[in-house]
């Protein structure tokens, strides 16, 4: 073999072995590989199935999970499960949500956003028959109250198995059609904007429970909650603002109802955001200021 020919055949060698290292790199670190990785946890646990599909990125906290914590009274029923990019705190004896946490990145809307997010269309509403006491999509039925999300399907559209999950009756309360799709829409609406210009948010979503709530379900033993709260931080601008409504059409525009995460621990007795500094949460809690956050004008 000619000497130029051998010198060609390196060359070629070389070439082959770096796509393949480099390949091999793709496939390890992934195009966000910040955030993501093709595979699921040794450790995932049957509860975190939910009995539905893994297909998908597993989501990885981009910051300090504990941020998600949320502490309840001792008294409240509660059993906590881990989700893929939800963590619901689940009560048995009302068959609802105490409460659902999530992380929504600035990544993870962007892709949600994106001609390739997934349907809403695709999915329905599933029991998770790991959590005692979820009820049924058909628990629902002609009971005059919509299925609400707590964690919406707007912000899981970035992942088929986030989507799954969200669908599961674990993160649904009933709520008026009128509240559902009126100010408390226009309030996820603007979460979701929100997150596109901030690094990431902590979000905080759940009913209210009160004396004398209303039941609905074949046996009637599935509370309707008077009210919802949201609570909402945003830990790279060190601020926060919570909103409280009714479960019902609210008259005036969603902005009305904004208010401090101290005043939503008070109607709850949850302790929200627990793992910061107790001097940083006690200022960050106390404040409310919806000038402090970018403007939204929904769509009426």
Not at 126 to 133: A, F, L, Q, T, Y
Not at 204 to 232: C, L, Q, Y
């Amino acid at each position: 073999m000619k000497k130029k020919q051998k010198r060609n055949l390196y060359y070629l060698v070389a070439l082959l072995l770096l796509a393949v290292v480099g390949y091999q790199g793709y496939q390890k670190n992934g195009f966000y590989k910040s955030a993501y990785n093709d595979e699921l946890p040794a450790e995932q646990t049957a509860n975190d199935k939910g009995g539905t599909s893994q297909e998908g990125k597993e989501y990885k906290s981009t910051g300090d999970a504990s941020l998600l914590d949320v502490k309840l009274p001792e008294r409240l029923d509660n059993q906590t499960v881990h989700y893929k990019a939800i963590t619901v705190y689940f009560n048995k004896y009302y068959r609802v949500p105490n409460c659902v946490a999530y992380e929504l990145t600035n990544t993870m809307t962007s892709m949600a956003d994106s001609r390739d997010a997934e349907n809403r269309a695709d999915y329905k509403f599933e029991r998770d028959h790991n959590v005692k006491g979820c009820p049924d999509w058909w628990d629902y039925k002609e009971s005059g109250y919509t299925r609400g999300h707590m964690a919406p399907a707007m912000d899981m559209r970035w992942d088929k198995t986030a989507m799954e999950q969200c669908f599961l009756m674990t993160n649904i309360c009933p709520q008026l059609d009128e509240m559902n799709d009126g100010e408390w829409r226009h309030v996820e609406e603007a979460v979701h904007k929100w997150s596109r210009t901030a690094k990431r948010l902590i979000v905080f979503t759940g009913p209210i429970f009160t004396n004398n709530m209303e039941r609905i379900g074949k046996h009637d033993d599935i509370a309707v909650p008077k009210s919802f709260f949201k609570v909402v931080y945003s830990p790279e601008q060190n601020r926060a603002i919570a909103f409280v409504m009714e479960n019902k059409k609210m008259p005036n525009s969603w902005t009305n109802y904004a208010t401090t995460i101290d005043k939503v621990e008070a109607m709850t007795g949850y302790d929200f955001l627990a793992s910061l500094e107790d001097g940083v949460e006690n200022v960050i809690e106390s404040k409310e200021n919806i000038k402090d956050w970018p403007a939204y004008y929904p769509r009426r």
